[in-house]
């Protein structure tokens, strides 16, 4: 019987939302930066990435981080973020969950973590409290009030954006925004986004919009707005989504309706709150997110090659 691959790793939440961290037994991903050795993961080690997170032994709403040596000297470490359908540039969720189970590996204190991305160096800091407050890349909207058409011939106008991952948000109108209604909101997102394919809206370069966020008027005291957020995946997001909400102060602060260093509370479907607030920076609006995350367990996967799902449900 062939000796199985032993796979460590850390489990956590952010919010509600899982990320499952690799520390040992990954490959060694090629390459200088971090947006080479994302690409050499995408090209190489596209079954170890749906081992890690599909089922049968994970789900639609796992984020998996593979730590990797920095790119740049003074950083604590280096991570590629992906999903159950592919690679991801950067997770907000998934930052605060690696910085968590860092500290929870007694590989970082409080204060400064600075993280290596694919899309760019990402600071954070560690917070007498536990929670993580990250600084993320610069974010801005490319288009405002674009139109798309939905099949049944429904019309639904919103926001071209960068958070981290490209974003279409819009107003959820009438539909509100709870987990009795996380079917028909699915639904309803995942019509834009074949609205917005078919209509060949796009992101800078023609990068795919992958995500798409719907927002409301929060009920809960003291937050600002409840969000839902279709994933790449088509799972949605169980936190605020750091993407997203950095996608979401970059459309407000470029309006003028959140200033400089103003805190943004956004909640997500689930009730879990991340705290946001700008900064103008060259190249766009700088966010800064900060949340909790709990580490849930840590465990060894097993990858044996003569098990027939071995390489998880959908494997390429």
């Given amino acids: ?24 037994g990954g490959p060694a991903l090629a390459g ?12 190489r ?27 740049r000297e003074g950083s604590d470490a280096g991570v ?32 400064t973590v600075r993280l290596d991305t694919p899309v760019g160096l990402v600071e954070a800091t560690l917070r007498p409290d536990g929670a993580v407050a990250f600084d993320n890349v610069a974010s801005y909207r490319t288009v405002k009030d674009v139109g798309v058409h939905l099949d049944g011939g429904e019309h639904v106008v919103g926001d071209v954006a960068y958070g981290g991952n490209w974003f279409f948000l819009a107003s959820a109108g ?21 609205a917005l394919e078919r209509a060949e809206i796009t992101g800078e370069g023609g990068a795919e919009i992958d995500h798409v966020e719907l927002y409301t008027e929060s009920d809960t005291p003291g937050v600002d707005s409840r969000n839902f ?23 407000l602060a470029q309006d003028g309706k959140l200033a400089e260093g103003e805190v943004w509370r956004q909640e997500s479907v689930t009730g879990s709150v991340f705290e946001a607030k700008v900064r103008r920076g ?17 465990s060894t996967l097993l990858l044996n090659p003569e098990d027939p799902l071995c390489w998880g449900l959908g494997a390429p």
Avoid at 32 to 43: I, K, Q
Avoid at 174 to 194: D, K, M, Q, W, Y
């Fill in 229 to 251: 957020v279709l994933c790449p995946g088509m799972a949605y997001d169980r936190s605020p989504c750091g993407t997203g909400t950095s996608a979401k102060v970059a459309c």
């Fill in 1 to 24: 019987m062939a000796e199985p691959t032993r796979v460590r790793v850390i489990d956590s939440h952010t919010g509600g939302e899982p990320t499952r961290v690799v520390l040992d």
């Fill in 282 to 298: 060259p190249n766009g609006w700088l966010p800064t997110i900060a949340g909790r995350a709990w580490v849930t367990g840590e």
């Fill in 174 to 194: 009438e539909r509100p925004i709870a987990l009795e209604h996380v079917g028909s909101l699915t639904a309803f997102t995942t019509r834009i986004r074949a």
């Fill in 32 to 43: 200088s930066t971090m947006a080479e050795r994302r690409t050499d993961f995408a090209l």
């Fill in 45 to 71: 080690f596209d079954q170890f990435r749906s081992a890690i997170v599909n089922e049968p032994r994970g789900s639609d709403v796992l984020v998996g981080a593979l730590l990797t040596p920095p790119e």
């Fill in 80 to 111: 590629v973020f992906f999903n159950n359908v592919g690679m991801l540039g950067m997770c907000g969720h998934g930052t605060i969950g690696v910085v968590e189970t860092l500290r929870h590996l007694g590989r970082v204190r409080e204060g």
